[in-house]
């Protein structure tokens, strides 16, 4: 079973930036797709990014053009490059698998609890 472990969260002025990590144990690397979402307080838990196996990654449109996910397939660790932050983006942030012949989309799995590992999270504050 794979496992999930996220670093790298604090808090930051609106226009900063933050890099995510997330350590990936166990499992096996071409059975999962792995991404990210969050929770923001109060509010229902939605996809922010995710990348495939082959490298193809999707976004959220609230986050297009500002935050970047890669992975580093040798260390099996994945990232999350937030740049530009608003204060919206002020959220609990999870790293998150779901199986790779999961039909659905990343939000569709993040939105339907369909997802099969996740970490404990992460706490991103942006202020103003």
């Known amino acids: 079973r794979v496992e999930l472990a996220e670093s790298g969260g604090g808090s930051v002025q609106a226009g900063g930036s933050l890099r995510l990590s997330c350590a990936v144990s166990g499992g096996t690397d071409s059975m999962y797709r792995l991404g990210w979402f969050r929770q923001p307080p109060g509010k229902e838990r939605e996809g922010v990014a995710s990348i495939d196996n082959d490298g193809t990654t999707s976004y959220a449109d609230s986050v297009k053009g500002r935050f970047t996910i890669s992975s580093d397939n040798i260390k099996r660790t994945l990232f999350l490059q937030m740049n530009n932050l608003k204060l919206e983006d002020t959220a609990t942030y999870i790293c998150?698998?779901?199986?790779?012949?999961?039909?659905?989309?990343?939000?569709?799995?993040?939105?339907?609890?369909?997802?099969?590992?996740w970490g404990q999270g992460v706490q991103v504050t942006v202020s103003s």
């Open positions: 998150a698998a779901v199986r790779a012949d999961y039909r659905g989309d990343w939000y569709a799995a993040v939105r339907y609890y369909k997802l099969d590992a």
